[in-house]
């Protein structure tokens, strides 16, 4: 199964070419060579909330990705929304996600209880917010990659909940 994947970038400097967007480049790295996914969508937007809602909206409805990914603005700054925006778009929450996460990258850095990354269902999809440090990124999307294709059999409604 190619999974649909879409990636989102929040970053202010990144939407004006002012940063290299390399936390997007470890996301596709991983898509690509440990979940065996395609990337059917790619965007950099400012850290407004508008912007990431309109954007999560079109990877979920026109591209019809089976999973977004986002990087950046899931910390304490002012900027940081991305969460807020997810919040507003997504029908239910998938805690677990990102609890875990958090809790993986925890041994690492202390710093991992500082994100304020959600997971959730919009539609067929799943959202996951990730931190905006490629590094960041790396440690959290490995620590539920190896479930994610499970989940989004059951998301898309390709498997029932127990496999069947």
């Known amino acids: 199964m190619r999974w649909k994947v879409a990636i989102l ?8 070419g002012e940063r290299e ?15 065996g996914g395609n990337i059917v969508d790619y965007r950099i937007v400012p850290d407004e909330q508008d912007e990431i809602m309109a954007a999560l909206i079109e ?3 026109y ?7 986002t990087t950046g603005g899931t910390g304490l700054g002012p900027r940081d929304i991305t969460p807020e925006a997810t919040l507003k778009v997504i029908e239910r929450e998938v805690p677990g996600i990102s609890e875990t996460m ?10 991992a209880m500082l994100s ?22 790396h440690e959290c999307l490995m620590a539920v990659i190896d ?9 898309s409604g390709r498997e029932g909940e127990h496999g069947a």
């Open 63 to 69: 591209y019809e990705a089976d999973l977004v990914l």
């Open 21 to 35: 967007d390399t936390s997007a480049q470890v996301i596709r790295e991983l898509v690509e060579e440990e979940l």
């Open 116 to 137: 304020r990354g959600v997971s959730g269902i919009r539609g067929r999809t799943l959202i996951i917010n990730l931190p905006g440090n490629p590094k960041g990124v």
């Open 147 to 155: 479930q994610l294709p499970h989940a989004l059999a059951i998301v």
């Open 102 to 111: 958090r809790s993986s990258t925890m041994s690492r850095t202390r710093r």
């Open 59 to 61: 990877m979920t409805g």
């Open 9 to 16: 970038t929040a970053s202010d400097k990144g939407s004006r």
